[in-house]
């Protein structure tokens, strides 16, 4: 069972460098989450998906962009990296109905120097 | 704004003592209640998940309990062991607007052989 994985595990970035983050799960959920946790902090949103196409901002959504292409897949791309973004960055997903749980990924630590 | 919130910020007991986390929130307006436990570097482990409608949930040494109108929920250990050292988190799932969970800032536990 994979669950949710996300790629890369740590990534180091110079300012105004992009890259994507990737994100896969194989629970056929139609609800996929980017959040990023800082120290001390609880997590923050990102941008999520309720399904194929569909993506929306949350609470952070500033310099990062989603795409939900397939249900299986939920990238986040940073396009014009900033030490702002420094954090690790955590994918989750569940399923339509409310009352169920979400899974996570292992997270991606990144730095931007 | 729904607010959560987390109680201490970090605890340490000796082994074998039974032990209560606490989660509190400002909006009664829940779906569910969801307690997570994350080791450093780590993503986040689903341990238990209280609908709206339920008072409690066990799962081995684990009671969450919930008290929308009072606006809480405490996680019970019991006969706490070193593995049980994490940080564990509590979120809540707001019936406004989006589908998200919001997040407290956890309880950093670390059990004492």
């Known amino acids: 069972n994979a669950g949710v994985t996300q790629t890369p595990k740590f990534r180091i970035l110079k300012i105004g460098q992009s890259m994507t983050l990737q994100c896969t799960q194989d629970?056929?959920?139609?609800?996929m989450y980017w959040y990023r946790q800082d120290p001390g902090m609880g997590l923050k949103l990102i941008y999520y998906?309720?399904?194929?196409?569909?993506?929306d901002k949350g609470e952070v959504p500033n310099g990062y962009n989603v795409s939900r292409s397939t249900t299986e897949d939920f990238p986040l791309r940073l396009e014009l990296a900033a030490p702002s973004q420094t954090s690790v960055y955590f994918c989750?997903?569940?399923?339509?109905?409310?009352?169920?749980?979400?899974?996570f990924g292992q997270g991606t630590r990144l730095t931007v120097v | 704004k729904q607010e959560v919130t987390q109680i201490p910020a970090a605890l340490s007991v000796p082994e074998g003592e039974n032990l209560v986390l606490n989660c509190s929130f400002t909006?009664?307006?829940?779906?569910?209640l969801q307690w997570f436990r994350q080791d450093p570097g780590k993503g986040l482990t689903s341990l238990l998940l209280?609908?709206?409608?339920?008072r409690e949930q066990t799962s081995g040494r684990l009671n969450a309990s919930l008290d929308k109108s009072s606006g809480r929920s405490t996680l019970y250990i019991a006969a706490s062991q070193p593995g049980d050292s994490a940080t564990y988190l509590c979120?809540?799932?707001?019936?406004?607007?989006?589908?998200?969970?919001?997040f407290g800032t956890g309880t950093r536990l670390k059990v004492l052989a």
């Open positions: 989750a997903s569940n399923r339509q109905e409310m009352n169920t749980e979400a899974f």
């Open positions: 629970m056929n959920h139609n609800y």
């Open positions: 998906s309720v399904g194929a196409g569909i993506t």
């Open positions: 909006d009664s307006a829940i779906y569910n």
């Open positions: 209280i609908q709206s409608s339920q």
């Open positions: 979120a809540v799932r707001p019936f406004s607007g989006t589908y998200k969970y919001i």
